[in-house]
């Protein structure tokens, strides 16, 4: 069964800094990849997927990651964060086929004015 | 175009009682995912329909049993209600495969319920 581990459960920058939200997984078959955000009191918003193909996938609100199939990392990245971001960001693994998502626990970014 | 609707968005019930959530998906999107959201252990698995058939189910005891419609809406069920069952629940529809895959997951706003 495949796992998902981000490895921070909150973090903290200030406005305008750049950020970088770690997730890592754990999966013996390949496996599509997913970001999500969920702002208070709201479900939660696609930011990004991995199928396959290039290993860097840049999604919306100009966040990017990099997926690295030798380090089963998928980290989350934005080069300058607003007060905007600050939101619980989820990282999901999805074995290929109809199976469900496995997310992990979340990441709390808090954007410091 | 409607994204998913959860109806009640906020509930209060007490231990031993049941409740009843309900979720309007996307048009056109045949598969529901149910998930459970806590600050202790995140977002939890419930089950999936797709097509009025249960297509996946997490690992959660039988109070927790779910449908799905011809018109694709889905309804869960809680019986006998716990203290440990207060949580977000939230519903996902996507347009085929389970969790998204090629696709991806449209999520409600959730139905928050409190046990008191």
């Known amino acids: 069964a495949q796992s998902v581990t981000q490895l921070d459960s909150q973090v903290p920058v200030f406005e305008e800094a750049p950020v970088e939200l770690r997730c890592n997984y754990s999966?013996?078959?390949?496996?599509?990849l997913f970001w999500y955000v969920q702002y208070p009191n709201q479900g939660l918003q696609l930011l990004l997927k991995?199928?396959?193909?290039?290993?860097l996938v840049k999604g919306i609100n100009g966040f990017e990651a990099e997926f690295n199939k030798s380090q089963t990392s998928f980290h989350l990245r934005k080069p300058s964060v607003h007060i905007s971001d600050t939101a619980e960001y989820f990282c999901?693994?999805?074995?290929?086929?109809?199976?469900?998502?496995?997310f992990g626990k979340g990441t709390r970014l808090s954007v410091i004015a | 175009k409607a994204g998913v609707t959860q109806t009640p968005r906020y509930l209060i019930k007490t231990r031993g009682q049941q409740v009843t959530l309900s979720c309007s998906p996307i048009?056109?999107?045949?598969?529901v995912s149910w998930y459970q959201q806590t600050p202790g252990q995140g977002l939890q698995f419930l089950f999936e329909?797709?097509?009025?058939?249960?297509?996946n189910k997490g690992n959660f005891p039988g109070r927790f049993s779910g449908r799905q419609f011809s018109n694709s809406r889905s309804e869960m069920n809680v019986s006998t209600l716990e203290l440990g069952d207060s949580a977000l629940y939230l519903c996902?529809?996507?347009?085929?495969?389970?969790?998204?895959?090629?696709?991806?997951?449209?999520f409600g706003e959730g139905s928050r319920l409190t046990v008191l």
């Open positions: 329909y797709f097509s009025e058939t249960q297509r």
């Open positions: 999901a693994v999805q074995r290929s086929g109809n199976t469900p998502l496995v």
């Open positions: 999966s013996s078959v390949s496996v599509y």
């Open positions: 996902a529809s996507s347009l085929n495969l389970a969790g998204g895959g090629a696709g991806e997951l449209f």
């Open positions: 991995y199928l396959s193909g290039s290993t």
């Open positions: 048009s056109g999107h045949r598969s």
